[in-house]
């Protein structure tokens, strides 16, 4: 991230192993469009074509932008995303459009165009970040700023918010209804990936003997790490959402370790938050319940237990190839078998149509956003931006883990979403400003410059 | 601000744990895709075809059941079409409705008609080759046909002869285990459930008859099984070493008199006065069916030798079998006595059938089977084939429930039930099971229920003796002694099938 | 099986198929990018010693350069100088073709390259040191 005005700088820069990617990208969405669509029409037809163009158009437009802007960032980032927006707006066309109806003016818009309306928006947050994010001094002068800032926002939407499906996650700002908590994802990971890079010498080399072989980091740099679990555990209580306290944890303990290597920290992190839970469960009635419908929901298979067991069902009725898009989730007396399915069980919807085959590449997208991200920080020009770009991937990447293992009852069910496919405005936007701030950070800076013609005049190298 | 490059690379250190985390990272995705192949393969196929399944149901409201037909090629059940388009199921005859059961849009489905539910709607069943090609087929129209092994005329017959009184016959093919017949009555009307129009009232009736028609008697309804039991008894008795053909004991023809005393308590006997102080060998105990003599077996067994031959035969388990299946049990269990007898006496009352032996009438059938067919205990089944809608059969293998007992031992066994059919005492209680120009093997049972009702009258037996091809179990709920119902209800079944034969 | 039922079929599965095919050519890229990272590793191309310096940056230090390095205060400088005579943005070091140049931005109080001031793009060696204030620091070979 170099501010330099060298001559003939910037200039449009080629990417062509992007347009590479997208181009497959497309033809994978094409297929998914004609498979669709043939299903649902009884020939051969693509599945709203219209809003496919205006995807992939947003898409494309995103990498002009790039191109035109000059910017050498990271070329795989663009097109995995897209494909998993993709298949999200796919999903979206899949399932009836009166889920989720807004009225914009004279306009009724249902599920997939709503979905299409926020992922374009998402793709251009992302690329005015990607382009115009040129220095990290707003992070680093005003990180204590952001904590507070990201506080403040949690404190807002305990008091104002209201309660959806138990858990208090929601803000009604006029007509839109906005998640908070998506926001706080990336600013607490801002303020982690700048306070550990800071404090990083501390708490790697400067430690205190506690026991034997066991050393901590000394008590100052130990206290926001405590902070930390009980905001985590505060907010399993308070707010009743699981899923972002498992998030907040997770993230933070992988940059603890990124910045200190210390493998035994994270051990006793882990150690500390599931006791910490388990104090929880038995303690709070609800966290119980959670716990309990998660350990075997068909003790309640008409109340609690009715949406882990159908979805369930649906990945059973999948099996290896999937049904086929649109030819899934058979309708029960009109009805969708798995409620909420949009929001909450997208990939248990994708199990069933896209099989396990379409499970582990979407996973496989997942991951590939974590390496990209990973990779990003390797390369990256200091601790900060380093620790920035593995805890954006990461949030991404773990909260994909997190809802997916929730689906597949491999642990409790959470609220969050399953970035870029499950419907919802506020994690589609910071989904996209997250990949924009990965773009960012994946800078390699201006191509080197074309050696002068004048290089005849050879001096004499003292080498 | 630490000495450190901002443009140029990760130092080795950091570097390593990016890896690290990546691979901590690639192994946490990898264990979510495992969870997605635990419940996408490993356990698809038992939550996919389950009735409470989404898919199921919604195939059970627009597929077309396959139908299911007799040993012959009879149609059982078939579908009709209503008014409005809707099909529904329609039956050949009420005596059916223990083992198809009924299958109604608004009361779902019982018998064979949700026992098979996923191959009568073209959901595959159990092979997986037939279930990847199901896939290939767009929501199949068509299930697939059961081809069963009831003989229609035999079930007809059943029922009838069952009459107004209930009770259960279970009629199977020893070789194969080939159910041929299995009625309960009284039977309820399936076709009306199945109608739509009439589907409300004829449940409702089937519901408030205190008769209980639902209840399949055959294969659910527990009963005490008196003297016919005491084929267990001998099964157990020989297969432990504990009595053989000779068997006899002196004190015998004292106790037919004064009573076996047995802790305390008097063992009864009381029917065969006409022997009088004659020492019985097993033969002739069978054939006069002595309480005292089997009583004296049973201890001489032992709890543990009666437990085991009983387990082997199927006790203390359901029975496997396309129908679900009650547990028949020895006694209730939970007593010191090895077994779960309670004590000695309990365990003499048990050895003539009475005490608190409680069996359904499938596994008596399946006890006279295992002596007609050498020892060795078939595997009843009731579907044989199963035939897709292309015309392609997937045959059902038949198969043995395994080892009870040594050949010369089942055909001394055998040997002792011909005699309480056809022997010159035993014709005195049994009689009527006797069908001209065959030797039927068999033995009555008359089960006394305490309280003032008629005992249960029980009949198990097979037929030709020397190479059977049927062997039955009938019971005929507070019908008298043995020989006055069960026997004879036999004996006309036996007569009938023989004469349809070839 | 009638011919619709099969073109779903195959539309499906080619579906799916394009997916591992385009996780294929991601998987590619990346592989590529991991390979070329290990070729070019760390400070190859060269390094910024200090030689001298008012308080930071550390004497002794090193700095690992890329192609393009620039110099100065600004926070987003590749090198941050902390000296009260550096300017904002500085000065910037580029290695082209073959050698390294190092070119003034418009500072202040100009750089000085072996105790010369610099104008326009002057080529550097290995071992000639560069002044900026306060602070000099020597250009030298990368290390592997």
């Given at each position: 991230m170099t501010q330099v005005d060298l001559p003939g700088f910037p200039r449009p820069v080629a990417r062509p192993r992007e347009l590479g990617l997208l181009l497959a990208m497309a033809g994978c969405l094409v297929l998914g469009s004609l498979s669709l669509g043939s299903t649902q029409a009884g020939g051969l037809a693509l599945a709203q074509p219209a809003e496919l163009a205006i995807y992939l158009g947003a898409l494309a437009a995103m990498h002009l932008a790039l191109v035109v802007a000059g910017r050498r960032v990271d070329e795989v980032l663009l097109p995995v995303v897209g494909l998993l927006g993709g298949i999200g707006l796919l999903l979206a066309e899949r399932l009836p459009q009166d889920l989720v109806v807004q009225r914009v003016g004279p306009l009724t818009l249902g599920l997939a165009s709503l979905q299409l309306i926020w992922l374009v928006l998402a793709f251009a947050v992302g690329a005015a970040a990607a382009i115009a994010v040129r220095s990290d001094r707003w992070l680093r002068l005003y990180k204590y700023t952001w904590a507070a800032f990201g506080l403040g926002l949690l404190l807002l939407t305990f008091v104002f918010g209201r309660d959806v499906n138990g858990s208090r996650l929601?803000?009604?700002?006029?007509?839109?209804?906005?998640?908070?908590?998506?926001?706080?994802?990336?600013?607490?990971?801002?303020?982690?990936?700048?306070?550990?890079?800071?404090?990083?010498?501390?708490?790697?080399?400067?430690?205190?003997?506690?026991?034997?072989?066991?050393?901590?980091?000394?008590?100052?740099?130990?206290?926001?790490?405590?902070?930390?679990?009980?905001?985590?555990?505060?907010?399993?209580?308070?707010?009743?959402?699981?899923?972002?306290?498992?998030?907040?944890?997770?993230?933070?303990?992988?940059?603890?370790?990124?910045?200190?290597?210390?493998?035994?920290?994270?051990?006793?992190?882990?150690?500390?938050?599931?006791?910490?839970?388990?104090?929880?469960?038995?303690?709070?009635?609800?966290?119980?319940?959670?716990?309990?419908?998660?350990?075997?929901?068909?003790?309640?298979?008409?109340?609690?237990?009715?949406?882990?067991?159908?979805?369930?069902?649906?990945?059973?009725?999948?099996?290896?190839?999937?049904?086929?898009?649109?030819?899934?989730?058979?309708?029960?007396?009109?009805?969708?078998?798995?409620?909420?399915?949009?929001?909450?069980?997208?990939?248990?919807?994708?199990?069933?149509?896209?099989?396990?085959?379409?499970?582990?590449?979407?996973?496989?997208?997942?991951?590939?956003?974590?390496?990209?991200?990973?990779?990003?920080?390797?390369?990256?020009?200091?601790?900060?931006?380093?620790?920035?770009?593995?805890?954006?991937?990461?949030?991404?990447?773990?909260?994909?883990?997190?809802?997916?293992?929730?689906?597949?009852?491999?642990?409790?069910?959470?609220?969050?979403?399953?970035?870029?496919?499950?419907?919802?405005?506020?994690?589609?936007?910071?989904?996209?400003?997250?990949?924009?701030?990965?773009?960012?950070?994946?800078?390699?800076?201006?191509?080197?410059?074309?050696?002068?013609?004048?290089?005849?005049?050879?001096?004499?190298?003292?080498? | 601000m630490t000495a450190r490059a901002a443009g140029g690379r990760r130092e080795g250190a950091l570097g390593e744990r990016v890896v690290r985390l990546g691979i901590a990272l690639a192994i946490a995705f990898g264990g979510v895709a495992l969870g997605a192949g635990y419940w996408q393969v490993l356990r698809a196929d038992d939550l996919a075809h389950d009735p409470s399944d989404a898919g199921v149901i919604a195939a059970t409201q627009n597929a077309v059941r396959g139908r299911i037909l007799d040993r012959d090629g009879h149609v059982l059940a078939t579908n009709r079409r209503g008014t409005g388009g809707a099909l529904y199921r329609v039956y050949a005859d009420q005596s059916l409705s223990a083992p198809l059961g009924y299958a109604s849009s608004l009361y779902g489905s019982a018998g064979l008609e949700a026992a098979d539910a996923s191959e009568l709607l073209g959901l595959g069943g159990d092979d997986p080759l037939a279930r990847a090609l199901a896939k290939f087929r767009t929501p199949s129209p068509r299930g697939d046909d059961l081809r069963t092994s009831l003989s229609l005329a035999l079930q007809e017959l059943a029922v009838r002869l069952l009459g107004n009184d209930r009770g259960a016959v279970v009629a199977l093919d020893p070789r194969t285990g080939d159910v041929l017949a299995l009625a309960s009555t009284p039977t309820f009307d399936a076709s009306g459930i199945a109608n739509p129009a009439t589907s409300r009232a004829a449940f409702t009736e089937a519901l408030d008859d205190p008769g209980q028609p639902l209840l399949d008697r055959a294969t659910q309804g527990l009963y005490v099984p008196g003297s016919a039991f005491k084929i267990v008894t001998a099964i157990a008795g020989f297969a432990s070493g504990a009595i053989d053909a000779a068997t006899s004991f002196p004190q015998q023809p004292g106790d037919e008199i004064t009573g076996l005393l047995v802790d305390g308590f008097r063992v009864v006997d009381g029917h065969h006065l006409f022997t009088g102080s004659e020492v019985l060998d097993f033969s002739r105990a069978t054939e006069v069916s002595c309480n005292i003599w089997y009583a004296l077996a049973g201890l001489r067994s032992g709890g543990a030798g009666m437990d085991a031959a009983a387990r082997r035969l199927g006790f203390g388990a359901p029975i496997p079998f396309d129908l679900p299946t009650a547990v028949s049990q020895l006694t209730n269990g939970g007593g010191p006595l090895p077994g779960g007898f309670a004590d000695d006496v309990e365990l003499a009352n048990a050895a003539y059938g009475q005490g608190e032996v409680l069996v359904t009438p499938l596994q008596m059938a399946l006890v006279a089977a295992t002596v007609a067919n050498g020892g060795l205990e078939p595997r009843p089944r009731l579907v044989t084939a199963f035939v897709s809608p292309s015309g392609a059969v997937s045959a059902v293998p038949t198969g043995t429930l395994g080892r009870v007992l040594g050949a010369p031992d089942a055909a001394t066994i055998a040997g002792a039930m011909v005699q309480a059919v056809e022997g010159v005492d035993g014709q005195k209680f049994t009689a009527g099971a006797q069908v001209a120009g065959v030797t039927v093997a068999g033995k009555t049972g008359t089960a006394q229920l305490g309280g003032s009702g008629e005992p249960n009258s029980w009949f198990i037996g097979f037929a030709p003796a020397e190479a059977p091809t049927i062997a039955l179990a009938v019971i005929v709920e507070h019908g008298g002694s043995g020989g006055a119902r069960a026997a004879p209800l036999a004996g006309d079944l036996l007569r009938a099938y023989f004469a349809a034969q070839p | 099986m009638d011919p619709l039922t099969l073109t779903l079929w195959v539309i499906r599965l080619a579906f799916l198929a394009a997916l591992y095919a385009f996780l294929a050519l991601v998987a590619r890229a990346v592989l590529r990018d991991i390979r070329a990272a290990s070729r070019d590793p760390a400070g190859a191309l060269g390094r910024l010693v200090v030689v001298a310096s008012a308080r930071t940056p550390a004497v002794g230090s090193a700095f690992l350069l890329d192609a393009v390095a620039t110099l100065g205060r600004d926070l987003g400088s590749s090198v941050v100088l902390e000296d009260s005579f550096a300017s904002a943005r500085h000065a910037v070091l580029t290695f082209r073709g073959r050698g390294w140049y190092v070119e003034d931005l418009g500072s202040t109080n100009g750089t000085l390259v072996n105790g010369e001031p610099v104008t326009g793009a002057r080529s550097l060696g290995f071992g000639d040191e560069v002044q900026i204030g306060e602070t000099r620091m020597r250009l030298e070979r990368g290390i592997r």
């Open positions: 929601t803000l009604d700002v006029g007509p839109v209804s906005w998640q908070p908590s998506e926001l706080l994802k990336v600013i607490l990971v801002v303020f982690f990936a700048a306070y550990l890079a800071e404090n990083r010498v501390q708490l790697a080399d400067a430690r205190v003997r506690v026991a034997g072989p066991l050393t901590l980091p000394p008590a100052p740099y130990l206290l926001p790490a405590a902070l930390m679990l009980a905001l985590a555990l505060g907010i399993v209580v308070i707010q009743r959402d699981l899923g972002a306290a498992l998030l907040f944890f997770s993230v933070f303990l992988c940059l603890f370790y990124l910045a200190s290597g210390s493998k035994v920290d994270v051990v006793i992190g882990i150690v500390l938050f599931v006791a910490g839970f388990i104090v929880l469960a038995l303690v709070f009635a609800h966290v119980r319940e959670r716990v309990a419908n998660w350990l075997d929901p068909w003790a309640d298979p008409l109340g609690a237990g009715y949406q882990t067991i159908q979805a369930l069902h649906a990945f059973a009725r999948g099996g290896l190839l999937g049904t086929g898009l649109g030819a899934g989730l058979p309708m029960v007396d009109g009805h969708l078998p798995i409620p909420a399915v949009q929001t909450d069980f997208p990939l248990a919807a994708l199990g069933e149509e896209l099989g396990m085959a379409g499970v582990v590449a979407i996973l496989a997208c997942y991951l590939v956003v974590v390496a990209r991200g990973l990779r990003i920080a390797a390369g990256a020009a200091d601790d900060v931006r380093a620790l920035l770009a593995a805890g954006l991937a990461l949030v991404i990447g773990v909260q994909a883990i997190i809802i997916a293992g929730g689906n597949l009852k491999l642990i409790p069910l959470t609220g969050i979403t399953l970035p870029f496919i499950s419907y919802g405005g506020s994690s589609l936007l910071v989904n996209g400003l997250i990949v924009g701030l990965l773009l960012a950070l994946s800078d390699r800076g201006p191509a080197p410059p074309a050696a002068p013609r004048r290089a005849r005049r050879v001096r004499q190298d003292r080498s | - | -």
